[in-house]
């Protein structure tokens, strides 16, 4: 499975961002999926997950309530749609996949699929 992700780039503080995540290789609608980030020094840290069809997703304490994971399996397309950027949130995005098992998954050991990243940085 390739994995890769999009949408990264520069915004102030309280703005909004949106990352896009393809994968290919396998039936996109049979991938379970998540967001993962890591800041410079820090661990790599859950985000978001979603499960097949989208109907089940899961949020870290940090970005629940401001981001939105959701998937378009018809244009084989993963997002994270994210408000109220804080600085706190700089860090390169992970989109990862893993196939077989329908449902949310929050640690990386669960995902053997990861794209390259994406850097988001949020600064005035």
């Known amino acids: 499975v390739h994995v890769e992700e999009s949408g990264g780039g520069l915004v102030p503080p309280g703005g909004s961002l949106r990352l896009s995540c393809t994968a290919s290789?396998?039936?996109?609608?049979?991938?379970?999926m998540a967001w993962f980030r890591q800041a410079p020094g820090m661990e790599r840290e859950f985000v978001s997950a979603i499960n097949w069809g989208g109907e089940r997703t899961d949020y870290s304490d940090a970005v629940k309530d401001r981001f939105v994971i959701s998937r378009d399996n018809r244009r084989n397309i993963l997002y994270l749609q994210m408000n109220s950027l804080q600085p706190e949130d700089s860090a390169v995005y992970y989109c990862?996949?893993?196939?077989?098992?329908?449902?949310?998954?929050?640690?990386?050991?669960?995902?053997?699929?990861w794209g390259r990243g994406t850097q988001v940085t949020v600064s005035s």
């Open positions: 990862v996949a893993r196939q077989y098992f329908d449902g949310t998954y929050r640690s990386t050991g669960e995902f053997p699929y």
């Open positions: 290789g396998r039936p996109f609608n049979k991938l379970s």
